[in-house]
Each structure stands twice: as structure tokens, then as C-alpha cells.
Nanobody, 127 residues
Framework: QVQLKESGGGLVPAGGSLRLSCATSGRTFSSLAMGWFRQAPGKEREFVAG????????DFSDSVKGRFTISMDNAKNTLYLQMNSLKPEDSAAYYCAARLALIDNTVYARRSDFVYWGQGTQVTVSS
């Protein structure tokens, strides 16, 4: 079992930055592939960014590519999402997700790929 807890959300003006954190427990962090998803009111939950086990590979949705980065801190068992140049359309609840990837180096991007989910943290970007 893996427990995920997001933090770092808030209200920020357009063009600003936020860093989301996802603290993990319950499994060896280095065995996890992880991702960030977001869901705006009335919309489907969508992929934002993913990272393979050990942080070797990353992937981003086209809408955030070049503005967001994803990283892992193995010493702190924490996943990060650095969000720069934020836009009002980035406003959503952001969710951390994880799955075991013992021998895999794949970046996962589908909701169905992930087993464990956090409760979410709200990001609101004002125009």
C-alpha cells in the first residue's frame, strides 16, 4: 500500500509560480513510477506530467510542456511539480498518482495506469 499526500496549492496571479509536493509513504520510493493529474470543474481528470522509476524519464502534456517540471527527491520520498508561467486555464485540483514499477523505466500517462492516488490540492490562477 502507498499513501500519497499533496501540498503546495493556492491562489496565484497569472504568470506566477507554484511548487506542488507529494509526500509518499508505505513503499520504497525508488520502486514507484509517479505522475501528476489535474481536474477542473466539469472536466475529466487529465494527465499533466509523469516520471519513471528513479526519475530517469519524464513526460508532459502539451499544454504544460516548457512551463512545468517534475522531479523526485529520493532522500525525502517526495515528488514535486514546479509550475511556472501559470495561466488561468491551469486552475484545477491537482492529484498525485503512483504505481509500482519494479523493473520498468516507462513513463505512465493514463489514469488507469496508476493504482494509488492522493486527495488533491487546489490551484487557482487569477487573471
Amino acid at each position: 500500500q502507498v499513501q500519497l499526500k499533496e501540498s503546495g496549492g493556492g491562489l496565484v496571479p497569472a504568470g506566477g509560480s507554484l511548487r506542488l509536493s507529494c509526500a509518499t509513504s508505505g513503499r520504497t520510493f525508488s520502486s514507484l513510477a509517479m505522475g501528476w493529474f489535474r481536474q477542473a470543474p466539469g472536466k475529466e481528470r487529465e494527465f499533466v506530467a509523469g516520471v519513471s522509476r528513479l526519475g530517469r524519464s519524464t513526460d508532459f502534456s502539451d499544454s504544460v510542456k516548457g512551463r512545468f517540471t517534475i522531479s523526485m527527491d529520493n532522500a525525502k520520498n517526495t515528488l514535486y511539480l514546479q509550475m511556472n508561467s501559470l495561466k488561468p486555464e491551469d486552475s484545477a485540483a491537482y492529484y498525485c498518482a503512483a504505481r509500482l514499477a519494479l523493473i520498468d523505466n516507462t513513463v505512465y500517462a493514463r489514469r488507469s495506469d496508476f493504482v494509488y492516488w492522493g486527495q488533491g490540492t487546489q490551484v487557482t490562477v487569477s487573471s
